[in-house]
């Protein structure tokens, strides 16, 4: 069963605005930690932004902030002020642990985001 | 310094032969994983090593194997190429729980021709 679920293939956004990509997770472990990667067409895996199971408060880097909402298991990541070079594929990814994989992260299928002129 | 430095960033390759991704990582991390990113983007884990200890994704073949000379490197050979294993690979190292984060290498795109 797919662990980490985001619903949203594609979402476009014009540039300053806000935008929310969402993430829902399942997991039976109590202690987990939910993580947000930006891929932009050149390849590589860019690190945004982490939240851990016990964190009080949900985490913010920058533009980037993440709302954890515990109860419903969701993970979505808001960009605040988009800018052009924001278009990118997101993946949410969980690492729970460490169970069968060892503490590998586990990525949703990702949410290709276009931020728009 | 590159923190996951792999190599080679593109290899194009026939069927039926066998080839090996370096992967390197200078964090002082001690867990160290590859991925494959098929053509849809769908990151899936295939190896964890941490310690020695090896963790595999059970629905990996058998053509590929993880090879660990130190901590810090962890190298993929893959035997008997075949036409799906085109895809980007990707190295990835973290310090256990990996509350600091994961660092992910910059891709090695397999093809086979």
């Known amino acids: 069963a797919q662990k980490i679920t985001q619903t949203q293939p594609g979402m476009f956004v014009q540039e300053k605005e806000a935008v929310t990509l969402d993430c829902t997770y399942d997991?039976?472990?109590?202690?987990?930690?939910l993580f947000w990667y930006k891929q932009p067409s050149s390849g590589e895996m860019i690190f945004l932004i982490y939240?851990?199971?016990?964190?009080?408060q949900n985490a913010t880097e920058g533009r980037y902030s993440l709302n954890f909402q515990k109860a419903r298991k969701s993970a979505n990541l808001v960009i605040s002020a988009s800018q052009l070079g924001d278009s990118a594929m997101y993946f949410c990814?969980?690492?729970?642990?460490?169970?069968?994989?060892?503490?590998?992260?586990?990525f949703g299928k990702g949410t290709s985001l276009l931020v728009t002129p | 310094d590159t923190a996951v430095s792999q190599t080679p960033k593109y290899l194009v390759t026939q069927m039926g032969n066998d080839k090996s991704i370096k992967c390197e990582q200078n964090?002082?991390?001690?867990?160290m994983y590859w991925y494959k990113q098929d053509s849809k983007k769908f990151l899936k884990i295939m190896f964890s090593?941490?310690?020695?200890?090896?963790?595999i994704n059970e629905t990996v073949p058998n053509r590929f194997s993880p090879k660990s000379p130190d901590k810090a490197h962890l190298n993929l050979h893959i035997n008997s190429l075949e036409l799906g294993d085109s895809a980007v690979y990707f190295c990835?190292?973290?310090?256990?729980?990996?509350?600091?984060?994961?660092?992910f290498g910059s891709g090695t795109r397999l093809t086979v021709v």
């Open positions: 990835a190292s973290s310090q256990r729980q990996g509350a600091s984060g994961y660092t």
């Open positions: 997991t039976s472990d109590p202690s987990y930690g």
């Open positions: 939240q851990g199971s016990y964190d009080q």
């Open positions: 990814a969980m690492r729970e642990g460490p169970g069968n994989s060892g503490y590998a992260l586990n």
């Open positions: 964090l002082g991390h001690d867990t």
């Open positions: 090593y941490n310690n020695k200890e090896l963790i």
